[in-house]
Each structure stands twice: as C-alpha cells, then as structure tokens.
C-alpha cells in the first residue's frame, strides 16, 4: 500500500487551475469519521443544492473540472480513535466486518467501558489499530476516493474544522461561486447551541494522546502504511494533526503553507 500511496502521486491539482475557467458548482467529497455531518451540513447551508460525492464514490477529473471540489481530511492517529470509539458503540461499516469475521474474538478489539480510557481498553485499541482489518485502512479510503491525483481545490482539517470550513467558501466564492452567508451564520449559530446543550455529534473516546504508547505513536508516523499521508498533508506527527494545505496550496512543489496552520 506504500508503493501505491507513492504511485498515486499524492499532490493538488492547483498547478492546473490557471487553465481552468470559474466553476460556480460545488461538489462537497465526504471521507468518514472526519466531522463530514457537520461540514456537509454547512455546505447544504452556504450552497444549496451543492453536489456530494459519498463515501463510497470517487472524485475523478472531469469532476474536478465542472466543480469547485472541498474535501473533509483527518489526521490518521486521530481517525482511528474516532473510528475505533464509533466501532466501540457497535456502530459502522468495519464494526460489521469485525463481527462477520471474527464473531469469537471482537470483544477482543472493541472498548467496553465509554469514554473507553481504561488500560484494558486502550490495549484493544492497539490491537485494533495494527489488527489485519484496520492496519492502513485511513490511506485505503483515501485512496480509492480519487482517480489519478486528489481533484480536491481545498481541503477542511477536522483539527481546524470551522475555520477551514469557512476559508474553503470563500476560496469558492472567491473564485466564482455563490455563498449564502446569512443561511452559514444561522448553522453556525445553531451548531453553538447544540454544542452548549452537550448534544453536538461525536463518538465517545478520550483525547487522541492517550491511545498511543511512544513506541505505537512512532509506528503510525513512520513505519506504518498511512505515514506517507503525514508527509503530503505536513502533519507533525501522530495526533499532531493541526497542519494541512487549505486553498492554493501544492505541495509537489515544496511551497510552505504560509502560515495557514496551527502551532
């Protein structure tokens, strides 16, 4: 899977878009377990009846080219977690593989006790995050969402999701397309109250850290089938997920992120 992340040719399509005309069509790709519900629900706000490619679809070219294309991305350490605490819940696609295949032993993968931070749970998750139907799955996913390269102009960081969520509608507006701002200010307000209430969307776990020993955190960094994606998308390190390239960004030519990310 390393050979075909590095076959792909993992970079922005930006290098093209001095050809390209305005596209004032969205297309919103989802990635699973990356903040999608709330970043597609502000893109049904800011641009109704915007285009989505689902989970399961693929962005191709001729996509790219008659859409303005955002996409939802998470950093790999921090995507299992989510992915494994969802699993824990009995819920999901991988969830349902676990209990197809190995019906005996998924209690043996799978935190019991939510937020899922006790020793015995932790110690699923590593055998979870290495396990056979786990190990490099988050470059799998990315993988097959894309033809060629990744026809994505901007990308939404789920450590930086409001904020690049926001910068990637006005690069879209920017270059052609039309936001509604009044219907985006109304979901963000009603986002801050549901968050306030304590019924925002998200999976019970603790934070990122506290599921990778030094040895494991190491692994996923730079051993492991997705460490590529840590080098294309300029993230520190495990759970250090606060860096991606936003808009205009191509990083195939060594540019630097010009202080678009976090510390």
């Known amino acids: 899977m390393r050979e075909s992340l590095t076959s792909f040719h993992l970079r922005s399509p930006v ?29 049904d706000a800011a641009v109704p009846g915007h ?7 693929s962005v191709t070219k001729k996509s790219w080219i008659e859409n303005y294309v955002i ?79 990744p026809w994505v102009d901007c990308w939404i960081n789920t450590a930086n999701l409001a904020e690049d969520a926001l910068s990637c509608l006005r690069a879209f507006e920017e270059q052609g397309g039309q936001v509604h701002w009044d219907r985006v200010n109304a979901f963000l307000d009603s986002r801050r109250k549901l968050a306030a209430a304590g019924r925002a969307n998200t999976s019970p776990h603790g934070p990122c850290q506290s599921y990778y020993s030094a040895d494991l955190a190491n692994y996923m960094r730079n051993e492991s089938f997705d460490a ?36």
């Open 15 to 43: 290098t093209d878009l001095a050809v390209k005309e305005r596209r004032p069509n969205l297309l919103f790709k989802h990635f699973p377990k990356c903040a999608g519900s709330y970043a597609k629900g502000l893109m």
């Open 71 to 149: 996409s939802v991305i998470r950093e790999p350490c921090d995507w299992y977690v989510s992915l494994w605490a969802f699993g824990s819940s009995q819920h999901g696609k991988l969830y349902v593989t676990f209990t197809e295949k190995e019906p005996d032993d998924v209690v043996d993968y799978y935190g019991e006790s939510p937020p899922y931070q006790n020793p015995a749970d932790i110690a699923k998750f590593e055998k979870f995050v290495t396990g056979k139907y786990t190990r490099g799955d988050h470059t799998a996913r990315f993988l097959s969402s894309f033809s060629e390269v």
């Open 51 to 57: 285009k989505l490619e689902p989970e399961s679809g």
């Open 228 to 263: 590529p994606m840590y080098d294309y998308f300029q993230w520190a390190d495990c759970c250090g997920g606060h860096c991606c390239p936003i808009c205009g960004i191509d990083l195939s030519a060594n540019q630097t992120t010009n202080g678009l990310c976090d510390s």
